[in-house]
Structures are given as C-alpha cells and as structure tokens.
C-alpha cells in the first residue's frame, strides 16, 4: 500500500473526513499574530465550532441563489459589499470562514490579501476571482487562503468549495498543532483547480526541501514531444532552464536525489505515479535530503495526483451540469451566471458586452424532412459555425432547442452588429452534408448591448430575444437591434 493511501486511511479517522475525501499534504506557511490585542484574544479563544460565514461580494445581485444554495449548510452567512466593512467586523466573533470576491479588492491584491488573514488568522479564506492568473492564485496561497475558484462560480460548485472548507476546519481543529505534514495534507485536499493545487504542491516542496526553483512538468499531448512546463516557482521559468535538469538519461520511476557538478546543491526528481501527471524537479538545495525528507516529499506529491484525479472527476461532473449534451456548448443554465460574469467586470464607464440571440431558420423543416437524426447532426454543425466565428473570450450556449446565444466581451453595439453579419453569411453561404444529405440554412439574430439597452439580464436577453423574433418576422437571415437606439435593424440587402 501506498504512503498516499496509508495517509488517507488515517484521515479517514478524522471527524469530517469521509473515506472517500483523498487529501495531499506539505508545511503550511502561518502568518504572523497581527499586533492588535483584540485580535490576540480573537485567535486565543478561536471557537472550532463557530458557525458564522462572511461574504464579500461587490453585489447583491447573487444573493438570492447563493443564499438558497447554502441553506443546507445550518450556518449563519452574512454578506458584505466593501473590503471596509468587512474589516470592521467584530474581532471577539472568529467566524468559521470568509469568502472574499477579488473584485471588491484594488490592486495590487497582495497587500489586501495579507491583510485579510491578518484580520482573520483562525478563518478559513475562499477567493473569488475573475482574472485566470497562477500568480493571483499563488499569491492567494502565500496569504493563507485554502481555495481559489475562477468566476463565474455556480452555487453549487461554491457550496462543495465551503465544505470541503468545513471538513479542513474541523479536522485542523483535532489535529496536534506541531504536525504540519498532516495539517498540509488537509489544506491542499480542499483546492478546487488543478492550477492551484499544483502551485500548492510546489510552494509546500519548496519549503520542505528548501529548493531555490521547482516546476512541474507532463509529457506533450503529442506522441513522442518534448515534456512540457505546466507551471514552475518562481513563475515563468523559462523551459529551456527547466527542461536541462531533467536526467540525461531518462525519469527513473522512483523519487532520486543528485548533486549538481561543481556546486554543494542537490536536486530532487519526483516523478508522479500516474505517468500522464508528469515529473516534479526542484533544484537548489543546500540542505542533506534523508529518506525520511524523500518520503514526506513523495507522500505530497502522491496527494496531490489523488486531488488532480479528485478534481477531473468533478470537472466531468460539472461539465454535465453546464454543458449541452448534444452540441457541447454551454447550457441556458451556465447562461445567467456567464451573464452576471459580464456584468461584474463592467465597473467603469464605457465598458459594455453584447448578446447576440440566433435561430435557426425553418428547422423544422429539416427535422420534418430529413430526421430528428439528421436534424441534430445539423445543430451540432451550426453551433461549430457559430463558435468558430467568435473569439475564444466569447462563450457561445445551446439556449434550447434550435436557439443560440453568444456573449461578445467588451464588445459595443457597432462591434456586435460586424460579429452578428459575419456569423449570418458564414451560415448563409456554407452547404452542410449531413449523412449524405446536402442541407443549406439561414439564421435570424437580434442583439442587445448593456448597459445601453438593459443594465438587468433578464431584460437584456427579453430585448435580445424580441429583435430576433423581429428579424424573424420581417425577412429572416437578418441581424436587428434591441429597440430604443438608432438604426435599429440591419437588414440582409439580397
């Protein structure tokens, strides 16, 4: 049996940790006592069983769905707009955990960060952020927060996040306060991204072995590539660097240690168990590494293949909540939250996004004519049209049926309608062949722009969805505007 799994075993003991919860592990950085005497007393008389949850989020326009989502948690969640007043809480009322929206934060966040802990050294920390940066994550990390979750957050997914949060907080609080590999192990089995349990796992390593650099590396997706840096401490490593201190001859398949030539340093080659997780490499090192340093080193390393095919397994699950089955396009239930994403990120004036609402003309023809068979084939097909007319930035839903949706990020009116044109005459001029059958179409689109149109989602989408009905009814294969600005429809000349 594995070291990995003797670990698990033995957590499993712990209360709040099902023998289902996987874990990793490595020595946690714990920030200072704030001077504030308060706060001493604060974190003296921290009460594990505190039942309090904050929020800060810029908006309340969440709160509803995150409040009915966490209901089932038995905890009392109080919600905050400003980094200000949650700041001002009370400090003889530890709660049990502080989510905090980045977007309430100025930038540089590092400073905000620390001082978050530093307010809360006994609470557990969640960040919302709408920016996918591995270095606001590891920043997050080095702060003392336990997750890092990438907007727009469903409520579940920020439900199964809080848990996992409480479990960690439970079992820290029956765990003896000298054994950090445990408490590591805790702390990185509670991340809920690939990135920041990787970022983890080498920020713990580094402390460990005491190494200068560390990265991660897995082999290219292409048969017989060069290994690929996934992300390395400190950041942007650049490959060529990394790469060289691989072994000339090749991985072995179990943890080494060797000296560099010239130097009194050692490096330390930790390959993952999972062959397709890669290799860890951490150079450097002044210090002896021992067999007993090796194994704590490796049991981290094996947690945190555990958590990575944790979170996978998650991944395929949310996937199936916020993906279309059939054209693997998000879903109209991914919709709201995408559109609230937009939203929060126009905070200055002039930001704007567009929606583009598009149906297919005469479907039912084809499904009438050809097949309900062929007919899906046909829907698959245009949502691929649709998708490869937009940016990468721009996510693209099945809203049902042979409806679609597009959100065109910082995109004006005149930028939407251009889009808009290009996605109509990509459809309009392309023959589809579909099981041997030739098949042409149309679509019919309306746009609508916030906050020029509508600063609500529900009304921006009604708007969109009334100008392609406009479009619909008019002439089909057009593009019109929400109604309310000028030159409201744009319609296809011929």
Known sequence: MSQARIWTEALSKVPCFGTAVYTTCAKIKI???????????????????????????????????YEAALASLGRDIQWFSSSADLL??????EPVLVVVDLDCLHPPFEMGLVELRSNFPGSELIA????????????????????????????????????????RHEALSHLDPKNDILRAITHISTATTATLVRLSCLEFLAKI?????????????QSGGPMEVVCSLPKNIPSVSVLKRLPRRGVSKDPHVYKTKGKNLRK????????????????????????????DATVLMQHSEISLSNLEKFDRIKQQTFVDDLT?????????????????????????????????????????????????????AIGKTIKNAVRNIDPVFRYGGDEFVVILQDSDLKGAQEIGERIRKNIERRVYVIHGQRLQTTVSIGIATYPLHASDQDTLLRLADEAMYSAKKDSRNAVHLAYGLPNEKIKHAG
């Open 31 to 65: 920030s200072p006592l704030p001077k504030n005497p308060m706060k001493l007393i604060r974190h003296k008389n921290l009460s594990p069983r505190s039942r309090r949850i904050l929020m800060l989020r810029p908006t309340d326009e969440m709160r509803h769905p």
């Open 88 to 93: 001002s809480y009370p400090a003889n009322d």
């Open 128 to 167: 919302l952020s709408s920016t996918d940066s591995a270095q606001l994550a590891l920043q997050c990390i080095r702060a003392g927060f336990t997750d890092f979750l990438l907007k727009p957050v469903s409520p579940e997914e920020l439900g199964w996040s809080i848990r996992k949060c409480l479990q």
């Open 209 to 221: 072995l005491g190494c200068e650099k560390a990265a991660w590396l897995r082999y290219s997706r």
């Open 268 to 295: 330390v080659i930790l390959p993952c168990e999972n062959v397709s997780n890669g290799v860890l490499v951490l150079w450097g090192i002044r210090s002896r590494v021992g067999p007993q340093l090796l194994s």
């Open 328 to 380: 693997g396009l998000y879903n109209s239930r991914y919709l709201k939250f995408a559109i609230t994403n937009a939203m929060l990120k126009c905070k200055q004036p002039g930001q704007l996004f567009s929606v583009l609402f598009i149906d297919v003309d005469h479907f039912k023809q084809v499904n009438d004519g050809h097949g309900h068979l062929v007919g899906s084939e046909f829907l698959i």
